[in-house]
């Protein structure tokens, strides 16, 4: 299934649904590491080189699309999955356009996103 060796960033700032989301990474061999928030994501990049991020796009703070959005500003071509629960009009379109490699509500169905972070981690 996954690539054992690939990590798999989960920002989320519920805790039950970033430990949840990280089961499910790591259910598919991926090595998962759960963060609360985009700005202690962002903080982790010096040392972590994930190989997908999945980003909640509501969050407290730094949202999913403003974390995305100052991944790119780094030169970064991190592999980003953006998740949410409210589906606003136009932001689907926002996030593909800021480079999300896929847009995906919650709840999510598992070979949905197992697929989603597979395309990503291959490219």
């Known amino acids: ?3 054992t060796g ?3 960033a989960i920002v989320d700032d519920d805790e039950l649904v970033r430990r ?16 609360s928030s985009g700005e202690e994501f962002l903080a982790s990049l010096g040392e972590l080189e994930p190989s997908c991020a999945v ?5 407290p703070g730094l949202q999913g699309l403003e974390v995305l959005v100052r991944v790119r500003l ?8 953006i998740i949410t ?6 932001m689907r379109e926002k996030c593909f ?13 598992r070979s949905m996103f197992s ?7 291959a490219g």
């Open 55 to 59: 980003l909640d796009l509501h969050m």
């Open 6 to 8: 690939a990590v798999v």
């Open 20 to 35: 949840a989301l990280c089961r499910l990474v790591l259910s598919l061999t991926y090595r998962p590491v759960g963060f």
């Open 97 to 109: 356009e800021a480079g999300a490699a896929a847009y995906l509500l919650k709840p999510l169905e």
């Open 115 to 121: 697929n989603a972070i597979q395309v990503a981690i």
């Open 1 to 3: 299934m996954g690539d």
């Open 74 to 81: 780094r030169g970064m071509n991190l592999p980003v999955i």
């Open 85 to 90: 629960a409210l589906d606003q009009p136009g």
